[in-house]
């Protein structure tokens, strides 16, 4: 056997590349990791990191770089704090890793240009939003284009009615201004009857009129397949962690009106969809047109459903 086959042979037995096992033969060591290099210029969040952004962050961990950036512009105006970004997700990241939860792994699907949307309710669990300083009851209405990642929601008072599916729908089409080909919601009492056998079949007539009247096609997911609605299930976390952001920032929740919470909840969805923008008016262009009119016997023409 030569000594270029031993080499081979003494380096698989040892876990090693050939070149590792010639290099070691001849006696030349692996050069040494080059020590990590020190900060090289100035920390730009140096005036505002310890005063200002930590003490937040040590009250509430949940706190987002996003959140904590638009903080320091409402904070001091002055300043165009943009171009920070990167180093204020950087430094937080940091942070939440020796101080924070593990952060949450998402995982999108794909889908084509218009060619389906998803809706569902949702209930606010971690706060305890209230009016007047009495129990607020209520939940939230989630719809979403599956490509563009473009959302809209609203307060529902009550249930999940069917008055209350067709508003949040109807409000959610005439915001995005167009119609999917497709309409997906989790297994709906307001939408079918929830029996064993054909969807089809087991849709209620009220929904399927509903559908019909903006040219949807509608499909559920399969009893217990819960990630078939994940393209607005697991947003849901997104826009309730976003809304505890805000009322963190706004000190209370408690509120005078309904309208006043609907406001900040707009507020949240207007800010998730603003990276979405670009993507939405492309997607947009393959929506199919809304109807001239709302069937207005299903709904209101505005506001909450009634419980």
């Given at each position: 056997?030569s000594?270029?086959?031993r080499?081979?042979?003494?380096?698989?037995?040892?876990?090693?590349?050939?070149?590792?096992?010639?290099?070691?033969?001849?006696?030349?060591?692996?050069?040494?990791?080059?020590?990590?290099r020190?900060?090289?210029?100035?920390?730009?969040?140096?005036e505002?990191?310890?005063?200002?952004?930590l003490?937040?962050?040590?009250?509430?961990?949940?706190?987002?770089?996003?959140?904590?950036?638009?903080?320091?512009?409402?904070?001091?105006?002055?300043?165009?704090?943009?171009?920070?970004?990167?180093?204020?997700?950087r430094?937080?990241?940091?942070?939440?890793?020796?101080?924070?939860?593990?952060?949450?792994?998402?995982?999108?699907?794909?889908?084509?240009?218009?060619?389906?949307?998803?809706?569902?309710?949702?209930?606010?669990?971690?706060?305890?939003?209230?009016?007047?300083?009495?129990?607020?009851?209520?939940?939230?209405?989630?719809?979403?284009?599956?490509?563009?990642?473009?959302a809209?929601?609203?307060?529902?008072h009550?249930?999940?009615?069917?008055?209350?599916?067709?508003?949040?729908?109807?409000?959610?089409?005439?915001?995005?201004g167009?119609?999917?080909?497709?309409?997906?919601?989790d297994?709906l009492?307001?939408?079918?009857?929830?029996?064993?056998?054909?969807?089809?079949?087991?849709?209620?007539?009220?929904?399927?009129?509903?559908?019909?009247?903006?040219?949807?096609?509608?499909?559920?997911?399969?009893?217990?397949?819960?990630?078939?609605?994940?393209?607005?299930?697991a947003?849901?976390?997104?826009?309730?962690?976003?809304?505890?952001?805000?009322?963190?920032l706004?000190?209370?929740?408690?509120?005078?009106?309904?309208?006043?919470?609907?406001?900040?909840?707009?507020?949240?969805?207007?800010?998730?969809?603003?990276?979405r923008?670009?993507?939405?008016?492309q997607?947009?262009?393959?929506?199919?047109?809304?109807p001239?009119?709302?069937?207005?016997?299903?709904?209101?023409?505005?506001?909450?459903?009634?419980?």
């Amino acid at each position: 056997m030569s000594l270029d086959s031993r080499q081979e042979v003494a380096a698989a037995a040892a876990g090693l590349s050939v070149s590792s096992a010639h290099r070691i033969d001849h006696g030349r060591l692996q050069p040494k990791a080059a020590k990590p290099r020190g900060r090289r210029r100035p920390d730009p969040l140096a005036e505002v990191w310890e005063p200002l952004l930590l003490p937040l962050l040590e009250r509430h961990p949940a706190l987002t770089p996003t959140t904590l950036l638009e903080h320091l512009q409402e904070q001091k105006p002055d300043q165009d704090w943009s171009s920070l970004k990167r180093t204020l997700q950087r430094r937080v990241q940091h942070w939440k890793s020796l101080h924070g939860p593990t952060p949450e792994v998402m995982f999108p699907l794909a889908y084509l240009p218009g060619e389906i949307s998803f809706c569902d309710f949702t209930k606010v669990k971690r706060v305890a939003i209230t009016l007047r300083g009495e129990p607020f009851p209520h939940l939230l209405f989630h719809y979403r284009l599956a490509w563009s990642g473009w959302a809209y929601g609203q307060v529902i008072h009550g249930g999940e009615s069917f008055v209350a599916l067709s508003e949040g729908l109807q409000n959610a089409l005439a915001a995005c201004g167009g119609v999917t080909r497709e309409l997906r919601t989790d297994r709906l009492s307001a939408a079918s009857r929830n029996r064993d056998g054909s969807y089809a079949l087991d849709i209620t007539p009220r929904y399927q009129a509903l559908c019909a009247h903006y040219g949807l096609s509608p499909s559920r997911n399969n009893r217990g397949v819960a990630h078939e609605n994940g393209i607005v299930e697991a947003p849901h976390g997104h826009v309730k962690r976003r809304l505890e952001q805000k009322l963190l920032l706004r000190g209370s929740c408690d509120f005078d009106e309904p309208a006043e919470y609907g406001e900040l909840l707009a507020e949240v969805f207007s800010a998730l969809n603003a990276p979405r923008q670009r993507r939405y008016e492309q997607e947009l262009e393959h929506l199919m047109a809304l109807p001239e009119r709302r069937p207005s016997k299903w709904c209101n023409s505005g506001g909450s459903a009634p419980a």
